[in-house]
């Protein structure tokens, strides 16, 4: 602890000591660049090296997922449950957060202030036409359900019926309040 603490108060009687360069604008170099054209050059670089780093971010995502892939062939080789578990919860997210993150980047790069709100109504839009094609396959697995329980009688299809008979009616409730508590009417 002693070690330590002499360390860093050498390194801080280092920073005192030695002397450095300051300016008022670190913006405004001799040569006059004002702050507008320095984003500009900024931005400029961005999108000169934004190629690379897409390609980087995906062969990251690629050497992920190729690893779950080895981990899970491992796993049934061995039968290894954690190793199977791990590697399962990895493929299954690996493409998901990539999907996810290229989807954020997207609409981080292509939105405005304008569209913002536009991008929000079609949002609430997409969210409510998902749930109304839910409700539709509820319903119909729902019918499915009660014609095997009247066939076979067996009880569990009967209740598996009425469940989702009665999801759908709250999700039916929840796609047509939504948009009106949102705001997107």
């Given at each position: 602890?002693?070690?330590?603490?002499?360390?860093?108060?050498?390194l801080?009687a280092?920073?005192?000591?030695?002397?450095s360069?300051?300016?008022?604008s670190?913006?405004?170099?001799?040569n006059?660049?004002?702050?507008?054209?320095?984003?500009?050059?900024?931005?400029?670089?961005?999108?000169?090296t934004a190629?690379?780093?897409?390609?980087?971010?995906?062969?990251?995502?690629?050497?992920?997922?190729?690893?779950?892939?080895?981990?899970?062939?491992?796993?049934?080789?061995?039968?290894?449950?954690?190793?199977?578990?791990?590697?399962?919860?990895?493929?299954?997210?690996?493409?998901?957060?990539?999907?996810?993150?290229r989807?954020?980047?997207?609409?981080?790069?292509?939105?405005?202030?304008e569209?913002?709100?536009?991008?929000?109504?079609d949002?609430?839009?997409?969210?409510?036409a998902?749930?109304?094609?839910?409700?539709?396959?509820?319903?119909?697995?729902?019918?499915?359900?009660?014609?095997?329980y009247?066939?076979?009688?067996?009880?569990?299809?009967?209740?598996?019926?009425?469940?989702?008979?009665?999801?759908?009616?709250?999700?039916t409730?929840?796609?047509?309040?939504?948009?009106?508590?949102?705001?997107?009417?």
């Open positions: 602890m002693v070690l330590k603490f002499r360390y860093l108060l050498l801080f280092l920073v005192i000591l030695i002397p360069a300051a300016s008022a670190p913006l405004q170099q001799g006059g660049i004002t702050l507008n054209e320095q984003l500009n050059v900024w931005s400029t670089n961005l999108n000169n190629p690379k780093i897409s390609f980087l971010f995906s062969a990251i995502f690629t050497i992920m997922f190729l690893f779950g892939v080895v981990r899970l062939g491992y796993s049934i080789v061995t039968k290894t449950g954690q190793v199977m578990k791990g590697s399962t919860g990895l493929l299954i997210w690996v493409p998901i957060t990539f999907f996810f993150i989807i954020l980047i997207l609409l981080l790069f292509t939105t405005n202030s569209n913002v709100t536009l991008l929000a109504s949002f609430i839009q997409l969210i409510s998902a749930s109304h094609s839910t409700v539709d396959w509820m319903i119909s697995i729902g019918l499915v359900f009660y014609l095997f009247h066939l076979i009688k067996h009880p569990e299809f009967g209740r598996w019926s009425k469940r989702m008979w009665v999801f759908a009616g709250g999700l409730l929840l796609t047509f309040i939504s948009p009106i508590v949102l705001g997107d009417v």
